[in-house]
């Protein structure tokens, strides 16, 4: 079965960073578009970041130029390294992956989620 299983979050100050992996296992990684969505307290999930299955990456206003999202095929994960990091980042994390190879769509299996809290 499909699984993902994110890692890497925590509590870091304003203007710190983070970097988030998350694991994928149960299908052909390589094949499958995935992404990053946040959802922080009393708001809806919303989209961070995505990556094609060839490495084509598209971000959220908000955090592009500070967030950059990769994979690596052979291990069958994907990354988000997060720099300058705000308050209002302040959220949890969950990793996607989507039903094709382009970011499209909504994805159809999610992560547990990690906490990524911004604060001094």
């Known amino acids: 079965q499909v699984q993902l299983v994110e890692s890497g979050g925590g509590l870091v100050q304003p203007g710190g960073s983070l970097r988030l992996s998350c694991a994928a296992s149960g299908y052909i990684f390589s094949d499958k578009a995935m992404g990053w969505y946040r959802q922080a307290p009393g708001k809806q999930r919303e989209f961070v970041a995505g990556i094609t299955s060839g490495g084509s990456t598209n971000y959220q206003v908000s955090v592009k130029g500070r967030f950059t999202m990769s994979r690596d095929n052979a291990k069958n994960s994907v990354y988000l390294q997060m720099n300058s990091l705000k308050p209002e980042d302040t959220a949890v994390y969950y990793c996607?992956?989507?039903?094709?190879?382009?970011?499209?769509?909504?994805?159809?299996?999610w992560g547990q989620g990690t906490q990524v809290t911004v604060s001094s």
């Open positions: 996607s992956r989507f039903r094709a190879s382009a970011v499209i769509g909504t994805p159809d299996y």
